[in-house]
């Protein structure tokens, strides 16, 4: 079993350029989540989509976007990439809604904005 | 605001001991209570999950805390290994999202 899977695992942009990330999954799970993880400030939650067809914002969801393509993909987009979005992102899903269940990560997107 | 604080960056011990982390919160009523191990260029691993109303929950050589008075979770690693060594990530959800901490990085030294 692959789990979630993340591409690219790393990514070097310059300010204004545009890519997506892509995170597919396995294990059937209805909710996926997008997080970033910066040095001394925890995982923040960018997006989530608790099902197929729904997406919402998170706690820091300025300059990117989502879409929830099918029950196993959720891509994250950024469409004018900026140093501040320098990071490392993690997609995850779990099986349960209402953030009661276990989160699935995968191994992460590094990206860096120059 | 909602405020996430695990005790320290770093903690070392000597292998064989009992390693406590902790995680406080403010201005939060967390459902539930999640620990995730993550090492260095890897994504977090669930460990375990404590709800609300228990006072305590085990797995193997780990053990965790909720006191809901007190805004606090405590983690125990007991007899700890050097393979124990990587950085704990508490996480709080409620009705409506999951916040993480910051993160412990603990070294276990032979």
């Known amino acids: 079993n692959a789990g979630v899977t993340q591409t690219p695992k790393f990514q070097v942009l310059k300010t204004g350029q545009s890519m997506t990330l892509q995170c597919a999954q396995d294990m059937n799970h209805n909710s996926m989540y997008w997080y970033r993880q910066d040095p001394g400030m925890g995982l923040r939650l960018i997006y989530y989509?608790?099902?197929?067809?729904?997406?919402d914002k998170g706690e820091v969801p300025n300059g990117y976007n989502v879409s929830r393509l099918n029950k196993r993909e959720f891509s994250l987009r950024l469409e004018s990439a900026a140093p501040s979005q320098t990071s490392v992102y993690f997609c995850a899903s779990s099986e349960a809604w209402g953030w009661a269940g276990e989160l699935f990560f995968g191994e992460g997107s590094r990206l860096t904005v120059l | 605001s909602q405020k996430i604080e695990q005790n320290s960056e770093a903690l070392n011990i000597q292998e064989g001991k009992t390693a406590t982390l902790t995680c406080n919160y403010t201005?939060?009523?967390?459902?539930?209570l999640q620990w995730y191990r993550q090492d260095p260029g890897r994504g977090p691993v669930f460990l375990l999950l404590i709800r609300e109303n228990e006072k305590e929950k085990r797995k193997e050589r780990l053990k965790v805390t909720f006191d809901t008075t007190l805004k606090q979770s405590l983690f125990h690693i007991t007899a700890s290994q050097p393979a124990d060594s990587a950085t704990y990530l508490c996480?709080?959800?409620?009705?409506?999202?999951?916040?993480f901490g910051a993160g412990t990085r603990l070294t276990v030294k032979p």
């Open positions: 201005n939060y009523s967390p459902a539930y």
């Open positions: 989509s608790a099902s197929e067809g729904t997406t």
């Open positions: 996480a709080l959800s409620g009705r409506i999202d999951m916040r």
